[in-house]
């Protein structure tokens, strides 16, 4: 009798404890795109927070990149949400308009975020109309890699190890290619129809201070300028500096097996190329070719989607993993990625990885692209435009008209 | 219950009905359903989460203006015309070389339909690997072996990308129409060609004379289920060139996906897809009469 008695004192002890533990530990729903090597890095951050944190457990969902938006804006929509999820910062616009994400400014100060640690830069692509919507995690804007041994043939390498760009960045490519053993002097992403083409574009119209291809509803593209980093471009490719029509491994390959002594793609590649042996690569940001330094890039950030019946614990616990995740930036930097966080990119762990210093200034230079839901009809558009223009079916000045009325008629649809 | 019975005399059709409802629910939710709810979507303007707003027929007035949507459907359209004949003659031929008596015969089997199993990610990385212009396997071969110079570029002019694109497709999905063909060669009696041999007939007539015909029924077969697998293209396109030289092979339904999910215009994208519905229902209803007629 005393024996069954324990029993049942032990089996409620055991119920009441564990029904406890349940009561606290809040999950939380968490969605992002990343897949290959980030994908790995993300879930060890998550495996990390939650070893760390009794009280909060992150689930992960991760879903295919080409069809992630589709399935965070339904899904939020119905009120199937995540608590928290991964967006472009060129992305946050566009869902916040849409209402399916909610500003985060109180919120995540009341988990102990503090705003100010953030690189402004990235932060202010979060923000819109005064209120932040978006952790910022990370930015990854296009860079310059090249390789050592083959600028050192041409005579191209400083004794630091940088690239000597004494005149203009083309000077610099036809030495290249008229005294090093190299193929091609640089390669980018060049398919046609690729949005490798926008993205150096992009970079090169925001040198020259293009204002935003669409603002309030109405199209603001500054066609001269557009026009003159077209015709930068074309005569990149006109005299072979950088292969036209190369697949986005292609062009990534090409430099690592030595057939192109440069490389100008994001900054994701470090991983892979740290990972090429017999490579001696070095990284800058990309170089200034007009006026500024500007370079496209985007940026990783967490939302909280928009759920019906608000949790603030919920919520609270999402923004607790993603202040840890930008907090423990360099868990994250070894995807090649530049954290978004100043206390971070100070931190010795970060100092000491390789490249990464290099191109950390970088971040200061991206200009985001966001134009809210019409960015990525402008992205296709411009790149449809340019490929026609590289293959000679028409003039820059005719690929502009073709961009901005196509915006258009995207606008009033 | 006696009514039902009674009723079930006057109309037999009640007696099937509990047999038929599990599957008309789902046929009438996952099949009829969607297509009303897409009329109904294209009448308005729409993102992706939510109804801005009734446009009556201002999507489709859109669209019978927009180049756009003329430039692809005529992609479709010609990827329809060049593949259709080159699958259905390709599958003809090659179930023919692997119907001969002769030594490997499975191994021909095997080596044509093998492709079929392969996912069209697969196909296409492939075929990406096989095209890509610098580091490509036929432009390798092509310039250390043949002493081609220049770098051809395979997927950045439209010729050489729909050659690309259909030939893809080909090697791909013809082992399917090599099974239905030699289904149908395996069902011609012997007894025709021993009949023709001791009239002195040669291979050919043979050929010409008993086994083209035999197969006729078949084609039309293989030759509708062509027509409607081409008019859906897309995913070899949308992986293997992008829709490009600019957009130059894009088909209708890239666009129709591009319109729907990347520019967030759910509206104008039903639209087309309602469209392109019409026009697969008054091909397939072509087609339904041809057949008929052929058969009176």
Redesign the interface.
């Known amino acids: 009798m005393k024996k069954a008695l324990f029993l049942v004192v032990l089996v409620a002890v055991m119920v009441g404890l564990t029904s406890n533990v349940m009561a606290e530990a809040v999950t939380v729903e968490y969605w992002n795109l990343f897949g290959g090597g980030d994908a790995e890095f993300m879930d060890a951050i998550v495996e990390e927070f939650n070893a760390a944190h009794d009280d909060i457990n992150v689930d992960v969902t991760r879903l295919e990149w080409e069809e992630y ?2 399935k965070l ?2 899904a ?2 119905s009120g199937n949400g995540p608590d928290i999820a991964i967006s472009h910062v060129t992305r946050v616009k ?1 869902l916040a308009d ?1 209402g ?1 994400v909610v500003p985060i400014d109180e919120l995540g100060e009341s988990v102990g975020i503090n705003w100010d640690e953030y690189n402004s830069n990235i932060l202010n692509g979060a923000e819109i109309d005064g209120q932040v919507y978006a952790v910022p995690l990370d930015t990854h804007p296009l860079v310059y890699y090249y390789n050592k041994d083959l600028l050192a043939e041409a005579d191209l390498l400083a004794e630091d190890g940088t690239p000597k760009i004494e005149g203009s960045f083309k000077d610099f490519l036809a030495k290249l290619q008229a005294d090093s053993s190299a193929k091609y002097p640089m390669t980018n992403w060049t ?4 949005e490798g083409h926008y993205r150096v574009w992009w970079s090169l119209y925001n040198q020259l201070d293009g204002s935003p291809v669409v603002s309030d509803g109405e199209v603001t593209l500054d066609k001269a300028k557009a026009v003159e980093a077209i015709n930068y471009m074309k005569d990149l490719y006109n005299k072979e500096y950088s ?5 986005y491994m ?2 990534v ?2 430099f690592r097996n030595g ?1 192109a002594a440069s490389l100008l793609t994001g900054v994701w590649i470090t991983g892979t190329l740290e990972a090429t042996e017999g490579l001696d690569f070095g990284v800058i940001p990309m170089p200034q070719v007009f006026d500024n330094q500007s370079v496209w890039g985007d940026s990783h950030t967490l939302v909280i989607p928009y759920a019906r019946n608000e949790d603030e614990e919920k919520q609270k616990a999402a923004l607790t993993f993603a202040k840890w995740a930008t907090d423990h930036g360099e868990l994250w930097a070894k995807a090649g990625h530049i954290p978004s966080k100043t206390t971070v990119t100070e931190k010795e762990e970060f100092k000491n990885m390789p490249y990464r210093m290099d191109y950390v200034k970088a971040a200061d230079y991206v200009t985001f692209d966001s134009a809210g ?2 960015t ?2 402008i992205r ?1 558009e411009m790149a ?1 435009a340019l ?2 223009v590289w ?1 000679d ?1 028409i003039t820059a000045e005719e690929a502009v008209d073709e961009v901005v009325t196509a915006v258009e ?2 606008i009033s ?1 | 219950m006696n009514l039902y019975n009674r009723l079930a005399k006057k109309y037999p059709f009640l007696k099937a009905l509990p047999f038929l409802l599990p599957f008309a629910l789902v046929y009438v939710i996952f099949l009829i359903f969607p297509i009303f709810r897409g009329f109904w979507m294209s009448l308005h303007r729409w993102t992706m989460v939510r109804n801005m707003g009734f446009v009556g027929l201002d999507n489709y007035l859109y669209m019978i203006k927009d180049p756009a949507f003329w430039e692809s459907l005529g992609n479709t359209l010609m990827f329809v015309l060049l593949s259709t004949p080159t699958i259905v003659i390709g599958g003809l031929v090659l179930a023919l070389l692997a119907n001969q008596k002769i030594k490997g015969q499975l191994f021909l089997k095997i080596a044509f339909f093998l492709p079929y199993v392969l996912s069209v990610a697969v196909i296409s990385s492939i075929m990406v690997y096989f095209f890509q212009p610098h580091s490509g396997l036929l432009n390798g071969i092509l310039q250390s072996y043949f002493g081609v110079e220049e770098t051809i570029f395979w997927l950045g002019e439209a010729n050489l990308a729909w050659f690309v694109i259909v030939f893809a497709t080909l090697w791909w999905t013809v082992g399917f129409n090599m099974v239905l063909y030699l289904a149908a060669l395996q069902d011609i009696p012997e007894s025709f060609y021993e009949a023709a041999e001791v009239d002195g007939a040669t291979k050919l007539q043979q050929l010409l004379y008993i086994t083209l015909p035999s197969l006729k029924p078949i084609t039309w077969v293989v030759t509708l289920l062509q027509i409607i697998f081409s008019f859906k293209i897309f995913s070899q396109v949308w992986l293997i060139t992008g829709g490009g030289p600019g957009t130059e092979t894009r088909p209708i339904v890239q666009y129709i996906y591009e319109t729907s999910f990347k520019q967030n215009s759910m509206g104008y994208g039903a639209a087309m897809a309602f469209a392109f519905f019409i026009i697969l229902v008054i091909v397939s209803m072509i087609q339904i009469y041809l057949r008929n007629r052929k058969e009176v």
Do not use: C, F, V
């Not at chain 1, 292969?243 to 697949?247: D, G, M, R």
């Open positions: 938006y589709t804006k339904t939020t929509a566009e849409e399916l398919k046609l129809t690729a292969p036209l029509h190369s697949e292609e062009n390959n090409l057939e839901s019409y990525w009809g296709t449809t490929s026609k293959n079916q008629r995207l649809r």
